[in-house]
């Protein structure tokens, strides 16, 4: 690995704060740019409106009113939820929590990383499981038929999608040789398609089935439509989150988006790349030879695939109606599990045989 | 760190974990709501994970979140929310029976120590333990292993195809 970019010496207690800022710009950041620029403006052009306008230039800091707004919202706890008030307050925490957790092992760039896992890619997909307690019991402790619908439906959910999800990702796996993100990301730009090194070896490219499946997992995950009948407002109220208000509601609001935003980072860094180039473009071979600049442009470039990537996903939630329960658990089930088991199969013969 | 002081603290680090440990399982049976149960078993599940982060086994402590917290607790609470997960306390929870459960425990925590005691001795962990890499578990599952690995593997197929019978109607 290259010199470190500070090349001061700092104390531990002074790179754990610095961490722990960091995080909070890994989670906040992405989770605001894809709320102003897709909740707000996409889908208000992609139905002939406007969107805010008011506040700031083109409406930008609408975002900062609303959450202002909701700060200053009472916390409410509905009656009969109190003898369960402790857990009713926890569970957004929860869910936000693994949101946090999730971003710590994503890299930024070849020195700019929180953590450099050994099994980087297992654990996001363990943490990620984790905010399904919180909104299972946020649905139970709501004491309100419909939360509990809507909690008991989400974890259907999640349990189901988050099995494509992993085998999905096996593929990639298998391809790359590890687990850990930051050598995937190397993995992938210091590769070569038959001898022709200009673009390295995404995996988007050998890999595409396992994208496909991972972008849909993840659509599933997050419970965007057409997977949204955990929170299904035309029969549930709004799920699991009826109940909510004030910033708790917002706790909900950032976790879902903000962990749009990671999924979609570290999507990129499994298929596109992640925060590297080409190393063939600047002559690098390996991580030790990469410059320094990149723990700068790495993060933007990371930043701008998320946000292609983020793009998608609204785009399907936008254009798309819900799916029935069981038709959903019928996709995961008999189409997206047997077809990412082939690719296991198929990626594991080609892996062996070149 | 010197690796004394990294002892110390792992030391210190083990015993507070264990600590929050045995209490989430004294509460596990001692609180009044099934609800409330799982979620303090999610804490000692957590716990266990931790520790494996102690003992610098990352794969194994990855594993335990995932199929632990992630999916049997989930099913557990799903299983539980689905029947009769109250709001507040549930004076039926206890059975009268549940003093025989002391003598099993005892049994079973006897056994512990005394397998331990015997498979082990006094044997230490090195000190300067490096990180077990993911590698060498798999070298290990799909070598020497390979033959319990794939009796396992029955047995999960065969609970599996067992669940399937019973749900089924028709």
Same mark, same amino acid.
């Given at each position: 690995?290259? #010199? !470190?970019?500070?090349?001061?010496?700092?104390?531990?207690?002074?790179?754990?704060?610095?961490?722990?800022?960091?995080?909070?710009?890994?989670?906040?950041?992405?989770?605001?740019?894809?709320?102003?620029?897709?909740?707000?403006?996409?889908?208000?052009?992609?139905?002939?409106?406007?969107?805010?306008?008011?506040?700031?230039?083109?409406?930008?800091?609408?975002?900062?009113?609303?959450?202002?707004?909701?700060?200053?919202?009472?916390?409410?706890?509905?009656?009969?939820?109190?003898?369960?008030?402790?857990?009713?307050?926890?569970?957004?925490?929860?869910?936000?929590?693994?949101?946090?957790?999730?971003?710590?092992?994503?890299?930024?760039?070849?020195?700019?990383?929180?953590?450099?896992?050994?099994?980087?890619?297992?654990?996001?997909?363990?943490?990620?499981?984790? #905010?399904?307690?919180?909104?299972?019991?946020?649905?139970?402790?709501?004491?309100?038929?419909?939360?509990?619908?809507?909690?008991?439906?989400?974890?259907?959910?999640?349990?189901?999608?988050?099995?494509?999800?992993?085998?999905?990702?096996?593929?990639?796996?298998?391809?790359?040789?590890?687990?850990? @993100?930051?050598?995937?990301?190397?993995?992938?730009? !210091?590769?070569?398609?038959?001898?022709?090194?200009?673009?390295?070896?995404?995996?988007?490219?050998?890999?595409?089935?396992?994208?496909?499946?991972?972008?849909?997992?993840?659509? !599933?995950?997050?419970?965007?439509?057409?997977?949204?009948?955990?929170?299904?407002?035309?029969?549930?109220?709004?799920?699991?989150?009826?109940?909510?208000?004030?910033?708790?509601?917002?706790?909900?609001?950032?976790?879902?988006?903000?962990?749009?935003?990671?999924?979609?980072?570290?999507?990129?860094?499994?298929?596109?790349?992640?925060?590297?180039?080409?190393?063939?473009?600047?002559?690098?071979?390996?991580?030790?030879?990469?410059?320094?600049?990149?723990?700068?442009?790495?993060? @933007?470039?990371?930043?701008?695939?998320?946000?292609?990537?983020?793009?998608?996903?609204?785009?399907?939630?936008? #254009?798309?109606?819900?799916?029935?329960?069981?038709?959903?658990?019928?996709?995961?089930?008999?189409?997206?599990?047997?077809?990412?088991?082939?690719?296991?199969?198929?990626?594991?013969?080609?892996?062996?045989?070149? | 760190?010197?690796?004394?002081?990294?002892?110390? *603290?792992?030391?210190?680090?083990?015993?507070?974990?264990?600590?929050?440990?045995?209490?989430?399982?004294?509460?596990?049976? =001692?609180? %009044?709501?099934?609800?409330?149960?799982?979620?303090?078993?999610?804490?000692?599940?957590?716990?266990?994970?931790?520790?494996?982060?102690?003992?610098?086994?990352?794969?194994?402590?990855?594993?335990?979140?995932?199929?632990?917290?992630?999916?049997?607790?989930?099913?557990?609470?799903?299983?539980?929310?689905? =029947? %009769?997960? %109250?709001?507040?306390?549930?004076?039926?929870?206890?059975?009268?029976?549940?003093?025989?459960?002391?003598?099993?425990?005892?049994?079973?925590?006897?056994?512990?120590?005394? *397998?331990?005691?015997?498979?082990?001795?006094?044997?230490?962990?090195?000190?300067?333990?490096?990180?077990?890499?993911?590698?060498?578990?798999?070298?290990?599952?799909?070598?020497?292993?390979?033959?319990?690995?794939? *009796?396992?593997?029955?047995?999960?197929?065969?609970?599996?195809?067992? *669940?399937?019978?019973?749900? %089924?109607?028709?």
């Amino acid at each position: 690995m290259s #010199s !470190a970019l500070i090349a001061a010496d700092l104390a531990y207690w002074a790179q754990s704060l610095l961490r722990v800022l960091g995080g909070l710009v890994a989670v906040l950041l992405p989770a605001g740019t894809v709320v102003y620029l897709f909740l707000f403006k996409m889908m208000s052009f992609m139905q002939s409106r406007l969107g805010p306008m008011e506040a700031g230039p083109y409406g930008s800091m609408q975002l900062f009113a609303e959450v202002g707004k909701w700060l200053q919202k009472e916390d409410i706890v509905p009656a009969n939820a109190q003898p369960e008030a402790r857990i009713f307050k926890m569970a957004p925490l929860i869910v936000l929590a693994s949101t946090f957790l999730l971003v710590v092992v994503v890299p930024f760039g070849p020195d700019a990383w929180f953590t450099d896992f050994e099994v980087g890619i297992f654990y996001a997909l363990a943490v990620s499981s984790v #905010s399904v307690l919180g909104i299972l019991i946020a649905g139970w402790s709501s004491a309100n038929k419909y939360s509990l619908l809507g909690g008991l439906r989400a974890a259907g959910q999640l349990i189901a999608y988050e099995l494509p999800m992993v085998l999905a990702v096996v593929g990639v796996v298998i391809q790359a040789g590890t687990m850990n @993100l930051q050598q995937i990301v190397v993995a992938q730009n !210091a590769g070569s398609m038959f001898g022709w090194n200009g673009v390295g070896n995404p995996y988007i490219l050998t890999q595409f089935v396992a994208f496909i499946i991972f972008m849909i997992s993840v659509q !599933a995950e997050l419970t965007q439509t057409p997977f949204d009948m955990p929170i299904a407002e035309s029969e549930l109220v709004s799920g699991y989150m009826t109940e909510y208000s004030g910033f708790r509601f917002l706790i909900f609001f950032i976790g879902e988006f903000a962990t749009a935003g990671v999924f979609a980072m570290i999507a990129s860094v499994l298929f596109l790349g992640g925060w590297g180039v080409p190393f063939a473009w600047f002559g690098w071979t390996d991580m030790d030879s990469i410059d320094n600049w990149m723990n700068v442009v790495g993060p @933007l470039i990371l930043f701008t695939k998320m946000i292609v990537l983020v793009f998608f996903i609204m785009w399907v939630r936008f #254009s798309f109606p819900r799916f029935r329960e069981d038709q959903l658990q019928r996709f995961a089930w008999k189409i997206l599990i047997p077809v990412s088991l082939v690719n296991i199969m198929v990626t594991a013969v080609l892996k062996v045989a070149f | 760190m010197v690796a004394a002081d990294l002892l110390i *603290a792992q030391n210190i680090g083990f015993y507070l974990i264990a600590a929050i440990m045995v209490f989430g399982a004294f509460r596990v049976v =001692t609180t %009044r709501n099934v609800v409330h149960a799982a979620l303090w078993l999610v804490v000692v599940l957590a716990g266990a994970a931790a520790q494996y982060i102690l003992l610098a086994a990352e794969f194994v402590a990855v594993t335990q979140v995932l199929v632990y917290i992630g999916a049997v607790m989930v099913l557990f609470l799903f299983g539980t929310m689905l =029947t %009769r997960a %109250r709001i507040g306390t549930d004076s039926e929870l206890n059975n009268k029976n549940w003093f025989m459960g002391i003598p099993v425990a005892v049994l079973l925590l006897a056994t512990l120590i005394i *397998a331990l005691n015997d498979g082990f001795g006094d044997e230490q962990l090195p000190t300067d333990a490096a990180v077990v890499n993911t590698q060498q578990i798999s070298d290990q599952i799909f070598g020497p292993y390979l033959l319990p690995f794939w *009796a396992l593997s029955f047995v999960l197929l065969a609970a599996t195809i067992g *669940a399937i019978v019973l749900a %089924r109607r028709d």
